[in-house]
Structures are given as structure tokens and as C-alpha cells.
């Protein structure tokens, strides 16, 4: 190897500055390795949007001691699933369990992925910020470095968690193209409003916090649904549609952002907010079936760069921290043996087999064909009737019930017939249960 070669060596590269990449770098740190993660952002997290929710339990993993310092928003103390209709009607159900509290917690990216860069770099890791990698060095069939606009950079391996996109991924064939139905394309808006105000809307203590799904209303029909976090001082409001609906129904993601922000319910809440910050990101979807080539000799890749997401559950971020870890388990074991070839890196997606992720995949791996063939029932008509039928059974007029309930059945049979409704049936038990064999 040349001087320059061995000069700008180190034992692991890893790209990409997201949950993903601080995982698996930070985790090469802890094994004593030489790890250089590259970010393009001016610092992580800068490029980065999400929704909110972050199940703790993987970052606990990777950073046990992380309620102490952590920027956390608010722990989540309610879950709710809202059912929208067109006509502005709301059901609301709600899962509230004290035992819960610290299941998951919402936090706002740009602060949470530069908390854990902090960390990585308190532990070892050299972060090489506004360093963007153009592409991989491959050499006699293995990847053996990176390189950027400065200059070229060599390791034994490199971890790839450069995103949704993946650009280096695509370079070494890995992954191909993403179809419009296997990706979302979320927007978001963080709207500000007092922590007083928040608590005495949505009915919180100080100390507590909601992740609700809007399903219908603004959604119906279409592979996609809307969502709102609660920060300390204000709301992630947004949604994510499947770029196949967005192109097919011709309408723009802000158009349905602000239909959504319309709904009696949704502007209750919102009134008198001050928009602080618009983001948009893709998040991809198609799941177990649409899963790269995870590994090649001198490399693997991790997070939503291997499209790691499971939509059912809100399932990303977690998902990309602990692959990331994976992966960084499997290069300092690559190593220790001082074999880099993707016959020892198949560990990688053994670990990741044993793991609930790609169990779960698998157990989703239907979801996205169901949710595109069935989306007018379950984003449509039956958020549609579940509001009428709670219109009726709530509302007191003078009216005699019986025909009110007899309109209302009448209707619903005239617009789905038996088998269509057994039909669906099915497919919703494997919508939520996944497929369970
Ligand atoms: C609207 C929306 C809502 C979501 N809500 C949730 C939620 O509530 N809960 C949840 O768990 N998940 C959620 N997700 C999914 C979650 O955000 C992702 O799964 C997660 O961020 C994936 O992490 P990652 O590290 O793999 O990729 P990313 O977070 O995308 O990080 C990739 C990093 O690589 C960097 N990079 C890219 N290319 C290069 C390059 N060539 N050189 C150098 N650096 C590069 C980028 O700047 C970025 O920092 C949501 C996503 C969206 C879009």
C-alpha cells in the first residue's frame, strides 16, 4: 500500500451521520477500533426530518444512561388513533398505560442526532462534518474506501447509512431504483404554541406527551395518513403518502397538509400556532420484499439505506440504530478474523434474521400490496362509517333510533357487499396481525 494509502487509513468508514451510521460507528469506537464517520450535513441531523417518535428501547441499547441527557421533547403517555371523515367528524381511540411512559419518546432529529455524534465522538469516533462522499473506491471486487471532495479515504470497511437514497448503495448494485408504491414522501410542520397551552388542549401533564395517527378525511383512498407529536413548547403535525397516490390522484403533499390543518379537529388544536419550520423527506416502504443486497465484500449497509422500516409500527429510527449496530458488531468481528469478504460480513444479516426487525418485515411483508389494493376501505370507507355509526348512537333529536340504525346498515351493505366485506375482513387481521405463520 502507498503512503498516502496508509496515511488516510483506518479500520472502519462509516457514511452518513443518521441513527444508522452513529450506531455502528459508535459501536466500533467501543471495540477499540479506528472509526471515522462522515457526514455531508454541517453538522448531524442538519439534513434530517422525522416525525417524532422514538421507541427508547434502542436507545437504550446503544446509550443505556440517555434519559439523563438526552434532548428528549416528551415521553409518550397516550397513543391515539384518529379516525377522520370527510364530512369534519372525529373518533378518537386512545391507548393510555402508566406502565407505558417511557416506551417511547418524541425528540426533534437536528438535536437528537447531533446529542448522539456528541456522544459517539466522547467515546471515540472521529466525525468528519460537510464532507460529502461522491463515491466508494472498489478495488479487485471489494470496497476498500470512499471518496470525497477533498480526498480519497481507505478502510477495511465501510459501513454504508447514507439514507433513503442511497447513492453508494445504487453505485455497488446493491439496490435498485425504489418504485413510486415502495416509497412515502412525509412533509412536516413543527408549529409553536406555549407548553400551557399544549398540556390544556390535549389534556397533559407537564411532564407528558401524545403520538396520534390520522387515518381518512384528507387520506381517503390513498396509501398514506397524517400524524402530531407533541414537543415541550410545540406540535410535529404531518403526513406521509405514497408517491404512487400522490402521482395518480395529481395532488401536492402540501395541498393535503393543509386539509388536514382545516379539520375542525386537527385546527382546534393548532389554533393560533406560529409555523417555525417546513420539512419534507421520503421514507421508504415496500419492506421485507423490496430489501437490497445487504452486504458485499468491504461493505454493508444499514437503516433506511437497506430500507429498513417497518410503516405498521412507525418502526425507522429504532430499526436504523440497531442495524447500525449490527453492523458494527459484524466489522470487529471481520477484524478480529482480518476477513473482509462478504463471506464473513454475511454475519451481518444473520444477526439481523435472529433479530425482531427482519422478523417483523417478514411478518409485514404483505402490508404495502394489501394497503394499495384495499385503501379505499380502510382509508376511506370505514373511518367514513365508524364516524356516521358514532353520530348516530350519540346524538339524542327526537328521532327514534331504530330507523336511524336501519338507514345506516341498509347503507352500508349497498356499498360493500358480503364477500367484499369478508374480503376485507381478512386482509385488515393481516394489516394488524401481519401475516402469522
Ligand atoms: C415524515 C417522516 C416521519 C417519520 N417518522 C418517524 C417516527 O416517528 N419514528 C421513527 O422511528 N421513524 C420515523 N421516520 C423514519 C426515520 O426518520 C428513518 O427511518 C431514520 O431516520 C433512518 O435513519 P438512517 O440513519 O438510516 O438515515 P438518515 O436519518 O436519512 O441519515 C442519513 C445520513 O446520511 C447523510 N448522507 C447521505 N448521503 C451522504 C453522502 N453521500 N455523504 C455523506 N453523508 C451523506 C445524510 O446527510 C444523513 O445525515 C420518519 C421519516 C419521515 C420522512
Not at 443505556?64 to 371523515?85: C, G, M, Q, W
Not at 417546513?278 to 449497509?301: F, W
Not at 365508524?386 to 352500508?412: L, M, Q
Request: hydrophobic residues 40%; proline residues 3%.
Amino acid at each position: 500500500m502507498s503512503n498516502e494509502k496508509e496515511n488516510n487509513k483506518v479500520d472502519v468508514i462509516v457514511v452518513g451521520g443518521g441513527p444508522a451510521g452513529v450506531s455502528a460507528a459508535v459501536t466500533v469506537a467501543r471495540g477499540g477500533k479506528k472509526v471515522v464517520l462522515v457526514e455531508r450535513g454541517s453538522f448531524a441531523g442538519s439534513k434530517n426530518m422525522y416525525g417524532g417518535v422514538i421507541y427508547s428501547h434502542a436507545a437504550k441499547e446503544l446509550f443505556p444512561d440517555f434519559e439523563n441527557s438526552a434532548p428528549i421533547e416528551r415521553f409518550v403517555t397516550k397513543h391515539s388513533y384518529v379516525l377522520l371523515s370527510d364530512g369534519g367528524s372525529t373518533t378518537e381511540i386512545s391507548y393510555k398505560n402508566p406502565e407505558h411512559n417511557k416506551n417511547a419518546f418524541v425528540s426533534i432529529r437536528a438535536k437528537w442526532d447531533r446529542w448522539c455524534v456528541e456522544q459517539a465522538i466522547k467515546e471515540g469516533v472521529y466525525f468528519a462534518p460537510d464532507t460529502l462522499v461522491r463515491e466508494l473506491i472498489v478495488e479487485d471486487g471489494k470496497v476498500v474506501g470512499i471518496k470525497t471532495e477533498f480526498e480519497d479515504y481507505y478502510a477495511d470497511i465501510v459501513i454504508i447509512a447514507d439514507g433513503v437514497n442511497s447513492l453508494l448503495a445504487k453505485q455497488l448494485g446493491l439496490r435498485k431504483e425504489i418504485k413510486p408504491k415502495n416509497v412515502v414522501l412525509g412533509v412536516k410542520e413543527v408549529i409553536k404554541l406555549s407548553a400551557e397551552v399544549i398540556e390544556q388542549r390535549l389534556a397533559l401533564k407537564p411532564d407528558e406527551g401524545i403520538s396520534a395517527e390520522f387515518i381518512g378525511g384528507p387520506f381517503s383512498g390513498m396509501f398514506g395518513l397524517g400524524f402530531l407529536y407533541t414537543n415541550k413548547d410545540s406540535l410535529s403535525l404531518g403526513l406521509g403518502v405514497s408517491l404512487e397516490d400522490l402521482k395518480t390522484k395529481k395532488i401536492k403533499p402540501y395541498e393535503l397538509l393543509e386539509q388536514l390543518k382545516s379539520h375542525p379537529f386537527v385546527k382546534e388544536l393548532i389554533k393560533g400556532g406560529e409555523l417555525i419550520e417546513y420539512s419534507a423527506h421520503l421514507i421508504p416502504e415496500g419492506g421485507y420484499k423490496c430489501l437490497p443486497v445487504l452486504y458485499t465484500n468491504g461493505a454493508m449497509v444499514a437503516g433506511d439505506a437497506a430500507m429498513l422500516v417497518n410503516n405498521v409500527h412507525f418502526e425507522g429510527t429504532n430499526f436504523a440504530m440497531l442495524s447500525g449496530k449490527y453492523a458494527g458488531e459484524t466489522a470487529l468481528d471481520a477484524i478480529e478474523k482480518n476477513d473482509f469478504s462478504s463471506n464473513q460480513l454475511c454475519l451481518y444479516k444473520k444477526k439481523l434474521l435472529n433479530s425482531f426487525i427482519l422478523k417483523d418485515l417478514k411478518t409485514y411483508k404483505d402490508v404495502v400490496k394489501i394497503l394499495t389494493a384495499r385503501s379505499s376501505s380502510f382509508m376511506g370507507y370505514y373511518p367514513d362509517r365508524i364516524n356516521e355509526f358514532f353520530n348516530i348512537f350519540t346524538t339524542a333529536d327526537g328521532c327514534p333510533k331504530k330507523s336511524k340504525f336501519r338507514k345506516f346498515v341498509a347503507n352500508f351493505f349497498k356499498k360493500r357487499s358480503l364477500s367484499e366485506l369478508f374480503y376485507d375482513a381478512i386482509e385488515g387481521i393481516k394489516l394488524v396481525f401481519g401475516i402469522l405463520k
